[in-house]
Structure formats: C-alpha cells, structure tokens
C-alpha cells in the first residue's frame, strides 16, 4: 500500500524496498513532512523517518560490486 501511495502522490518517485516495513526513498527528499503526512492520512503507520547521506566514495562501492571487486 505503501508504494501506490508513493507512486500516486510524487512524480516519477525514485525508490527501493529492502524488506516488508522498509522503503529507501532516494527523491523529494525535501519533502519528507508532506510524504509522512500523506502515509498517515491513508493509514500507514510510520515508525522512523530519517534522512541519510551516501559519501562519493560508498556510493562508487556500491555501484562497482564493492571491496571484493577492487
């Protein structure tokens, strides 16, 4: 439910779902009030919401497979 709400209130929402009760939102990061809000008024209980950062250097280990890799 979570992601139809996602998918009807943002624009081209850019996303990842790691388990049943996490989603990685990685768009309108600014506008994680109205986003809380929304899956509140449609019945989604949220239980944390944070904002996180990736350094260049995670993010490049991330996308070229990692340590194992270099």
């Known amino acids: 439910m979570a992601l139809t709400v996602l998918d009807k209130t943002m624009n081209n929402p850019e996303y990842k779902v790691v388990s049943d009760n996490t989603i990685h939102l990685y ?3 600014n ?3 109205t986003i809380a809000r929304t899956f509140m008024q449609n019945g989604i209980v949220v239980t944390e919401l944070s904002v996180m950062e ?6 490049f280990m991330t ?3 990692g340590v194992s890799h270099v």
């Open 27 to 29: 768009s309108d990061l």
């Open 54 to 59: 990736q350094t260049l250097e995670d993010y």
């Open 63 to 65: 996308i070229t497979g």
């Open 31 to 33: 506008s994680m009030e």
